[in-house]
C-alpha cells in the first residue's frame, strides 16, 4: 500500500475553493505541501464525463483519508445561520441545556454536557509521532471539556435490531426555529456526503450506489460541538482528544475558530483552515471496515492553540460568542447492515483485521469505548 509521498500543510485558502485542481497552500513550508481539492459540479452535471474526479476523490481518501470540496448546491450562508443557532443554544445556562440530556440513548440523540465524552486510548500509537506530528492530547486522555448536540437527520429504518441508536430529536424549547435550522444544513451537507460516497465508489470501480445504498436509513447524525472559550482558554487544551470517528464519513463545514488538526495516511499533523464556500470530508472507521484498510479511519484532534486565541480575541472585540461551535455531520452505514471488505477490497493486505460485524455492533461498541455507551 502506498503512502502519500508529500505532506499536505495547512488546508488553507479561499482561492482553493474556486476551481478543481492543486495548490499550494500558504504559510510555513508551502513549497513543500499540495492539496487537491474537488469542485463536484463536473460530477453533478454529468457523472459519466467525470470519471477522473472519481479517481482523484478515490486516491485522496486512500492516501490521506480527507479531502476538501465545493458544491455548489451548498450555501455557506446556511452554515453560518447554523452556527448562529448553535451560540444561542450553548450560551443557555446549564439547568436549561441539561433538559436535552438523552443519557439513557447513550447520548446519540439530544445533549452530551462537557466532561463526559472521553476518546479511545491511543497512547501506544501516539507515542511513535515525534516532533510536529505529535498529538497535543495528553496521554491517557481525559474527558473532553467540551458540549455536543446529536440531532438525527433523515429517515428512521422501520424495523432496527438496533433501535437504541435510531430514536426520535430532542428540540429545546429554549431556541425558536432549533428544528428548521438543524435540518436545513444537516441535509444540506448530507447531499454533499452521498455525492462523495458515489465517486468514491466509481472511483474504486464499484457500482456508483454501492455506499449509498448501505447508508440509506442509517443513524446520521448532525453532531456540533461547544466549547466555551471564555472557560477553557489555555493553549493546547484539547477539546476533542486524539481520535478517530466510528462512522462511515465525517464532513466538516467551516468554523468560527480554528483548532481542528489531522493526520494523514504518513502520519503527518496538519492544521486546518476551512476556506468559506468548501466542506472537509474525513473518512471513519466504517470506511476502513469496507475497504478492508485501503481507506484509513483518519486521526485528528480539536486543540486551543494560537489561532485559536488570537480568533477569540477578535471576536470578544467584536462583541460576538466566544463559543466555538464545529458544524459536523456524521453519516452512518444503516446499523443493521454488516460491515465487511467489499469486492476487491476482501483481498486488501490486512482485511482479516475486518470480521463480518453488523454496523450497529460496531457503532455500540465503539460508544462504550469512548465512554457514551452502556457497559
Not at 471564555?230 to 462512522?247: E, G, M, Q, V
Not at 483481498?347 to 450497529?360: C, L, N, S
Amino acid at each position: 500500500t502506498k503512502v502519500v509521498a508529500g505532506a499536505i500543510g495547512t488546508l488553507a485558502y479561499s482561492k482553493l475553493c474556486t476551481s478543481t485542481g492543486t495548490k499550494k497552500a500558504e504559510g510555513k513550508k508551502a513549497d513543500e505541501y499540495k492539496f487537491e481539492v474537488v469542485d463536484l459540479k463536473a460530477f453533478l452535471d454529468n457523472p459519466e464525463k467525470a470519471i477522473s474526479d472519481c479517481k482523484q476523490v478515490a486516491e485522496m481518501l486512500h492516501k490521506t483519508g480527507l479531502l476538501i470540496v465545493r458544491d455548489p448546491r451548498v450555501d455557506s450562508s446556511e452554515n453560518d445561520k447554523f452556527i448562529d443557532n448553535m451560540e444561542k443554544y450553548y450560551e443557555l445556562d446549564l439547568q436549561e441545556k441539561m433538559k436535552d440530556v438523552r443519557q439513557q440513548y447513550s447520548y446519540q440523540i439530544g445533549a452530551t454536557p462537557e466532561g463526559v465524552e472521553q476518546a479511545r486510548n491511543h497512547c501506544s500509537r501516539a507515542a511513535k509521532l515525534k516532533g510536529d506530528d505529535a498529538p497535543v492530547t495528553v496521554c491517557p486522555p481525559g474527558k473532553d471539556p467540551k458540549w455536543r448536540y446529536f440531532w438525527r437527520i433523515g429517515p428512521r429504518p422501520k424495523e432496527t435490531e438496533f433501535k437504541q441508536l435510531n430514536v426520535g430529536n430532542v428540540i429545546p424549547k429554549a431556541i425558536p426555529d432549533f428544528e428548521t435550522r438543524m435540518d436545513t444544513w444537516g441535509n444540506l451537507m448530507m447531499t454533499t456526503v452521498r455525492t462523495v460516497a458515489q465517486m468514491a465508489a466509481v472511483g474504486f470501480g464499484m457500482e456508483k450506489e454501492t455506499f449509498v445504498e448501505m447508508m440509506e436509513n442509517g443513524p446520521h447524525l448532525l453532531a456540533p460541538t461547544g466549547s466555551d472559550l471564555s472557560k477553557h482558554n489555555k493553549k493546547d487544551t484539547a477539546f476533542a482528544s486524539y481520535h478517530y470517528d466510528l462512522n462511515f464519513l465525517t464532513i466538516h463545514g467551516r468554523s468560527r475558530f480554528p483548532g481542528l488538526f489531522v493526520w494523514t495516511r504518513d502520519q503527518k499533523r496538519h492544521p486546518v483552515k476551512m476556506p468559506k464556500g468548501c466542506l472537509l470530508l474525513q473518512a471513519g472507521k466504517q470506511f476502513e471496515w469496507l475497504t478492508g484498510g485501503h481507506v484509513l479511519a483518519g486521526f485528528h484532534e480539536v486543540v486551543v492553540s494560537d489561532a485559536t486565541l488570537e480568533a477569540k480575541k477578535r471576536a470578544e472585540a467584536a462583541g460576538k460568542s466566544t463559543w466555538r461551535v464545529s458544524s459536523t455531520l456524521f453519516a452512518h452505514i444503516a446499523s443493521d447492515n454488516v460491515l465487511k471488505p467489499l469486492g476487491g477490497f476482501s483481498k486488501e493486505v490486512d482485511a482479516r483485521k475486518y470480521p463480518a460485524t453488523k454496523a450497529g455492533d460496531q457503532v455500540s461498541d465503539e460508544l462504550k469505548a469512548i465512554k457514551l455507551g452502556g457497559s
